[in-house]
């Protein structure tokens, strides 16, 4: 087999997703959260590299500069959670900072299982930090590990990169009231989001001359085809990344380049695709500054630490739960 694939008891619902999403009424469209296979999350580890996606190495650069008196700024002792981890590399700086001062526990929640695995061993071998990894969705995962949080113990959430921006603007406040509800008074969030810049850098950002998003955006399909028995043809698709100026975001959308069927055997689906219609496949909202602590204080936070990076407009938010 290529590429690892998800267990049976997630096929169904891959399946019902796209069904649902593919057949929507207006704009087609597919669940960001699938553009994470293997394959994907490879893709995604080398976009982070990329010159033009300057996203990634301003978040590290906050981290690396920072993390000591954000780590000051916590209560102690804390336990760690992070939401989406990814590979985890950035995260190597907090953990490093809370190890100088206590034994600490570090616990990723990430649906790919390869990008688990890639932090678990990225992390892993850091003195004096223990680190256990859930292969499950945000919040399930966050429950997991607040419920089995050691007595008298804090928890310090991260979701670094800005990851929150693949949520629309409502969805993404209601998912920090629902972080919150699971939290306890003093616990923290130290929340990653990528500030609105020249719309020019931005989109260079997500549709990069060497091509790398491209492959990951039709990765997408090609996973489709792997998982689900599809036969979307990938040579039939564009990779286009659009500025919502209306609602602050970057999309990426695949455009159909000529009239199409597509069978997705597993799904029970079949589809028909326009020219130039498109699948819009991923969000990714920029803020404005004070944006975060803004949506972090109607969700049950105050902000107790703003750090902007000086290259490429970031932010890092350090919030208390109230
Ligand atoms: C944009 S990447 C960010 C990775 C890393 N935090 C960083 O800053 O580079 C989002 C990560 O979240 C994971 N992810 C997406 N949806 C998820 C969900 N619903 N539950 C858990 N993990 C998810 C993806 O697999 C991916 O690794």
């Excluded at 207006?26 to 994907?40: A, F, H, I, T």
């Amino acid at each position: 087999m290529l590429t690892q694939t998800l267990p049976l008891r997630h096929v169904s619902e891959f399946a019902a997703d796209i069904r649902e999403s593919l057949t929507k009424s207006g704009q087609r469209e597919l669940p960001s959260k699938y553009l994470y296979d293997e394959v994907g999350s490879a893709l995604f580890e080398t976009i982070c590299v990329l010159p033009e996606y300057g996203l990634t190495r301003a978040d590290a650069r906050l981290l690396e500069k920072h993390a000591r008196e954000i780590v000051r700024r916590l209560p102690s002792p804390v336990q760690v959670a992070e939401l989406g981890s990814g590979s985890g590399k950035k995260t190597r700086w907090i953990l490093e900072a809370l190890s100088r001062r206590q034994k600490t526990f570090y616990y990723p929640i990430e649906i790919s299982p390869s990008a688990l695995a890639a932090c678990e061993k990225e992390l892993g071998q850091i003195d004096l930090v223990s680190v256990v990894g859930h292969e499950q969705p945000y919040l399930e995962g966050l429950r997991t590990v607040a419920e089995g949080r050691l007595h008298g113990n804090n928890l310090l959430v991260l979701f670094l990169g800005s990851t929150i921006g693949n949520f629309d603007r409502g969805a993404g406040e209601e998912f920090l009231r629902s972080v919150r509800a699971i939290l306890h008074e003093g616990d923290a969030l130290l929340l990653g989001t990528d500030l609105e810049k020249d719309i020019h850098q931005q989109l260079l950002a997500y549709d990069d001359p060497a091509g790398v998003t491209a492959a990951f955006n039709l990765n997408l399909l090609a996973r489709i085809n792997r998982e689900l028995r599809g036969d979307f043809d990938l040579k039939c698709f564009r990779h286009e990344a659009r500025w919502n100026a209306v609602e602050r975001r970057i999309e990426m959308h695949l455009r159909s380049t000529c009239r199409q069927h597509v069978e997705i055997r597993d799904a029970g689906l079949r589809v028909t695709l326009d020219e130039d219609e498109s699948i819009w496949t991923e969000s990714s909202h920029k803020y404005r500054m004070g944006e975060a602590a803004e949506m972090g204080s109607r969700t049950g936070f105050r902000c107790e630490g703003l750090w902007v990076d000086e290259e490429w407009a970031f932010s890092q938010n350090l919030l208390i739960a109230e």
